[in-house]
């Protein structure tokens, strides 16, 4: 599915919307440029989850655990990543075979150790479009789920301007 986002709020509000359905054991993959939005929206999806401490991009570990929502949350951000061994220090499949939520910002430097299958999310941006402009593609996400997800964005645009 591909959702078109105007703002931070917008992309916020998606991720929110995916969080609240999100199952245990999924694992959301998200790429895209520097700034474009994966850290808004994983704050979204973790909201969506339950979560209410604040939710930033982990600096100087890999993987930040969040344990107090509707599912464990494990949000990695691997851009500093220098190997894929790294991950194995973490012990990264205890997270990625378990029983939470996983999202990993930066997915795309772990490709050789992401199961199959994922949720993957690329964000991107289209200045022509605005400096705002985000387009959102989400592959691998439940007919049913993308349904509401739909639903949900819809309804949200018909509350712009009121
Ligand atoms: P990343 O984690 O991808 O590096 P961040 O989520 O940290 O990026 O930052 C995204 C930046 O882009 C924020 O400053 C946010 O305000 C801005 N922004 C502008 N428009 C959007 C949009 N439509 N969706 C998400 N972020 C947006
Ligand atoms: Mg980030």
């Not at 998606?14 to 994983?42: E, M, P, R």
């Not at 939520?101 to 997915?107: F, M, R």
């Not at 992401?114 to 402009?133: S, T």
């Amino acid at each position: 599915m591909i959702v078109e986002t105007r703002n931070e709020k917008e992309t916020f509000k998606l991720g929110y919307s995916i969080g609240k359905k999100a199952q245990a054991g999924q694992i959301y993959t998200l790429t895209g440029d520097l700034g474009v939005g994966k850290t808004i929206f994983t704050q979204g999806l973790a909201a969506g989850l339950g979560i209410e401490e604040p939710v930033n991009s982990p600096t100087f570990t890999i993987v930040q655990i969040y344990e107090e929502g509707r599912l464990p949350f494990y949000h990695f951000d691997v851009y500093r990543i220098g190997d894929v061994e790294e991950m194995e220090e973490i012990g990264y499949e205890d997270y990625f075979y378990g029983e939470g939520v996983c999202l990993i910002e930066w997915a795309n430097l772990v490709e050789e150790i992401l199961p199959r299958p994922v949720i993957a999310v690329l964000i991107e941006k289209n200045l022509e479009k605005g400096f705002d402009y985000r387009k959102i593609t989400i592959d691998g996400m439940d007919e049913s789920i993308q349904t509401e997800v739909n639903s949900e964005q819809e309804e949200e645009n018909e509350n712009i301007g009121n």
